[in-house]
């Protein structure tokens, strides 16, 4: 699902890695999203867009190692 509970769940289950991939918005953040398409423009891609643009559960790479420290 590439959501951050979606990764530490997998953790919890046991998982000793995740899977996901990484794209740089327009203003520079990395964002973790299994296929860079921004779904609420069709046929435009997450490096075309800014953060703010994205859907809330879309985590950055930032959030994401705040999240595997904390676990």
Do not use: C, K, Q
């Amino acid at each position: 699902e590439n959501t951050l509970e979606a990764f530490v769940l997998a953790v919890r289950l046991g998982a000793t890695g995740v899977e996901t991939d990484a794209w740089v918005t327009r203003d520079g953040h990395v964002v973790l999203d299994h296929d860079g398409h921004h779904r609420r423009f069709p046929r435009t891609w997450i490096r075309e867009v800014d953060r703010g643009d994205l859907r809330d559960h879309i985590p950055t790479l930032s959030e994401f190692y705040d999240e595997a420290d904390a676990g």
